[in-house]
C-alpha cells in the first residue's frame, strides 16, 4: 500500500489550498482515510476523518468550518480542501489509512510522507 | 493542551527497558482501543501496536502495547539507538467526535 500526498506549498494567510493524496495497492472504498498534521516544533494532531463511502466526515475544533475532507473511489484519491488558511495551519500534513471503513479512528495501518502547506505573507 | 496526556521525554541505556504513558478519560482510551506509533520527524509515522497490544506484520517482539481503565502504556524491551524517536498514542474520543492523540514522548537511548 501506497499513499503519495500533493498540493502543499507556500500561501497568504486568508486565501486557500486544496490536498491531495492517491491511494495504490488497496481497495481504497473500503477503508476510512484522515489527515494529520505536524506544525514545526510541534506534536501530531489529527485534521480529519471520512468513510470509505464518503458519506460520513468528522473534524478537529481547529479546522471545522474551514477544511472540507472528501474522497473520489473512482480515482483512489483523498482531498483535503483548506480555505481561510492561517498561520497556525503550517505544518507537513500527511494522509492516513484506516484499518475500517468508520472512518472513526481505529487505527492507521499506513501513512504517506507529507506534504509541507507554510501559509505566510 | 492534548486529550491524552504522555511524558515529554525518557531517557534509557542501550539494552534497557522503558515504560511510555498515555493518560485519557471514560470518553477516549477506556472505550476504544489505544494505537501507538513511532515518529521521526520529517518521515512516515509508523504503527507499532494496534487494538491496545497487538503488534503488527513486522513489528519486533521487543515491543508491547497495554492498558488498563484510563490509561495505556507502550513498553520497549532491549533498546537499540534505533529506537530514539517520538512515540505517539492515539484513539477514538466520543465526547469530541474526533480521533486524538498524545502530545509525544521523546525517547533517548544513551
Known amino acids: 500500500v501506497q499513499l503519495l500526498e500533493s498540493g502543499g506549498g507556500l500561501v497568504q494567510p486568508g486565501k486557500s489550498l486544496r490536498l491531495s493524496c492517491e491511494v495504490s495497492?488497496?481497495?481504497?472504498?473500503?477503508?476510512?482515510m484522515n489527515w494529520v498534521r505536524q506544525a514545526p516544533g510541534k506534536g501530531l494532531e489529527w485534521v480529519s476523518g471520512i468513510s470509505g463511502s464518503g458519506v460520513n466526515t468528522y473534524y478537529a475544533d481547529s479546522v471545522r468550518g474551514r477544511f472540507t475532507i472528501s474522497r473520489d473511489n473512482s480515482k483512489n484519491t483523498l482531498y483535503l480542501q483548506m480555505n481561510s488558511l492561517r498561520a497556525e495551519d503550517t505544518a507537513l500534513y500527511y494522509c492516513?489509512?484506516?484499518?475500517?471503513?468508520?472512518?472513526?479512528?481505529?487505527?492507521?495501518?499506513?501513512w504517506g510522507q507529507g506534504t509541507l502547506v507554510t501559509v505566510s505573507s | 493542551q492534548s486529550v491524552l496526556t504522555q511524558p515529554p521525554s525518557v531517557t534509557a541505556a542501550p539494552g534497557q527497558r522503558v515504560t511510555i504513558s498515555c493518560s485519557g478519560s471514560?470518553?477516549?482510551?477506556?472505550?476504544?482501543?489505544v494505537s501507538w506509533y513511532r515518529h521521526v520527524p520529517g518521515t512516515a509515522p509508523k504503527l507499532l501496536i494496534c487494538e491496545d497490544n497487538k503488534r503488527p506484520s513486522g513489528i519486533p517482539d521487543r515491543f508491547s502495547g497495554s492498558k488498563s481503565g484510563t490509561s495505556a502504556t507502550l513498553g520497549i524491551t532491549g533498546l537499540q539507538n534505533g529506537d530514539e524517536a517520538d512515540y505517539y498514542c492515539a484513539t477514538w474520543d466520543s465526547s469530541l467526535s474526533a480521533a486524538v492523540f498524545g502530545g509525544g514522548t521523546k525517547l533517548t537511548v544513551l
Open positions: 471514560t470518553s477516549n482510551i477506556e472505550t476504544y482501543s
Open positions: 495497492g488497496s481497495t481504497f472504498r473500503n477503508y476510512g
Open positions: 492516513a489509512k484506516d484499518s475500517w471503513p468508520s472512518g472513526r479512528l481505529y487505527y492507521f495501518d499506513y
